[in-house]
């Protein structure tokens, strides 16, 4: 599917703008960009062969047959068209001429622009020399990125088949859940002492191990995986450092990395990502950088974070658009994210530290509990676990100062705090 450019924007000339990648970070700028009355032409040059759609159902509703892709689509397949937003399904971007304003195309054509906008999130961490593991590669070891990565994953999760999850994370846990949901025997690998580890510390962490293994996840924390080997005979294996776990299937789900090549090829500043300014320009003024791979200045926590988060793609491909028409607007929120697995749905908001200290609000037992995290008396983030509708207030709480006992207390109104 292609949007047709109609001709009828009053710049129809120009260059305008062009996005790199057709996630939801790309769709939410190039819809932006419309909204506030743009009228040049923009071009979103997206390698999958899909309409831009949501990530988070790949891992939960879509895999496990509640949702179809139609139903987590930012915006409808006919929009693209109707704004005259170019979609390029199916092209890689391969080079960046800035010198020019040129984007080379994998069909040996070229686009030029005026402004550009580098929006081309992440790929699964694979093993290979980067993680020492061996067999990363072989037939039914699957990846969790794409809609056609979750297609092929739900197409396998066949009752009674086993699975075997390598890395503890929040793609690895949430498909363990999905998992057995249908009717898959899972275990999971991960030389870490509880899942989500580093991501939110122990205690929570503790809190999702409980809830897995009361679901019949079969968990092995403290576990290192040395590589994978697959037997005509006997199946895949893969082989810990003390044994090895026979699977019809395994799942490689051992982190993410940000696709950074282009741009690092173009000559842009990279840290982890993109280092991007609050208005999100590269070191290249007419590039910026949104979503998952930019590295950004955060005016609120005044230093620069990369975010691997849905919220953190719209909203930063809303601030592109808003740069690009000359709006004074900034990266000021904070980091904000979901997930759900089995009976546990949770947010979180704010920007937690391995050291902070840890308060609980209400019975972790009772599955539904708020966590506060403070750093010198200073609330820094907070997470609300099956109690809804709070997540405004406890954004508001980042950043005060309040007496860790009040936290506690579930005496005390939480909003009153
Ligand atoms: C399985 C899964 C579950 C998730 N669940 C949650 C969740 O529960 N909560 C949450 O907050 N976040 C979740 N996330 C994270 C969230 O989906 C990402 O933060 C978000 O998708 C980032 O958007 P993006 O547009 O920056 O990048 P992406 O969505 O990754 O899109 C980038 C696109 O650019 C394409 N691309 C790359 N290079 C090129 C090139 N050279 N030319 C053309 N195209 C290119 C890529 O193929 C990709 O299609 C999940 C992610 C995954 C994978």
């Keep these: 599917m292609s949007g047709v450019d109609d001709g009828n924007s009053p710049d129809h000339n120009s ?21 506030g009355g743009y009228g040049k032409p923009i071009t ?35 929009w693209y068209a109707e704004a005259s937003v170019q979609l390029r399904l199916g092209l890689t971007a391969t080079a960046i001429d800035t010198a020019n304003k040129v984007v080379g195309l994998s069909d040996s054509t070229s686009i030029d622009y005026e402004n550009l906008v580098i929006a081309t999130g992440c790929r699964s961490r694979l093993g290979g020399r980067a993680s020492n593991m061996t067999g990363w590669d072989l037939p039914g070891v699957h990846t969790l990125r794409s809609l056609a990565d979750s297609q092929a994953l739900k197409e396998q999760l066949v009752e009674g088949r086993r699975l075997v999850i390598i890395g503890a994370g929040w793609i690895g846990m949430e498909v363990a859940a999905s998992a057995r949901a249908a009717g898959v025997q899972v275990t999971v690998l991960t030389p870490d002492e509880v899942p989500l580890a580093v991501a939110m510390g122990t205690e929570f962490g503790s809190h999702v191990a409980r809830l897995h ?54 000559g842009l500043e990279i840290g982890t990502g993109v280092l991007v300014d609050a208005q ?36 930063q491909g809303k601030l592109a658009a808003a740069t690009i028409l000359g709006r004074e607007e900034a990266y000021d929120w904070l980091p904000y994210f979901f997930t759900d697995q089995f009976d ?14 840890v308060v609980l609000r209400g019975e972790m037992d009772s599955g539904e509990f708020i966590i506060f995290w403070l750093r010198k008396g200073l609330v820094t983030a907070a997470m609300n676990v099956n109690i809804w509708d709070v997540n405004d207030h406890l954004r508001s709480l980042v950043g005060k100062s309040i007496a860790a006992h009040r936290l506690a207390d579930t005496s005390v109104d939480l909003l009153s705090l």
């Design 15 to 35: 260059a305008g703008t062009v996005v790199i990648g057709g996630g939801l970070a790309a769709a939410h700028c190039a819809h932006e960009l419309r909204k």
């Design 344 to 357: 546990l749905g949770m947010e979180y908001v704010g920007d937690r530290a391995a050291d902070d200290d």
């Design 44 to 78: 979103i040059i997206a390698d999958e062969d899909a309409v831009p759609y949501e990530r988070p159902p790949l891992s939960k509703e879509f895999l496990q047959g509640n949702k179809t892709a139609d139903e987590f689509r930012p915006f409808p397949e006919e």
């Design 213 to 266: 293994i009361k679901n019949g996840v079969h968990c092995r924390f403290g576990t290192m995986v040395n590589g994978i080997t697959l037997d005509p005979e006997s199946g895949l294996k893969v082989m810990t450092s003390t044994d090895a776990v026979a699977a019809d299937l395994v799942l490689l789900a051992i982190g993410a990395v940000p696709n950074n090549e282009l741009a690092a090829e173009a």
């Design 280 to 315: 999100l320009h590269s070191s290249d003024p007419s590039i910026l950088a949104i979503g998952d791979i930019a590295e950004a200045f955060n005016t609120t926590l005044g230093r620069s974070l990369r975010v691997e988060h849905w919220d953190n793609a719209i909203r």
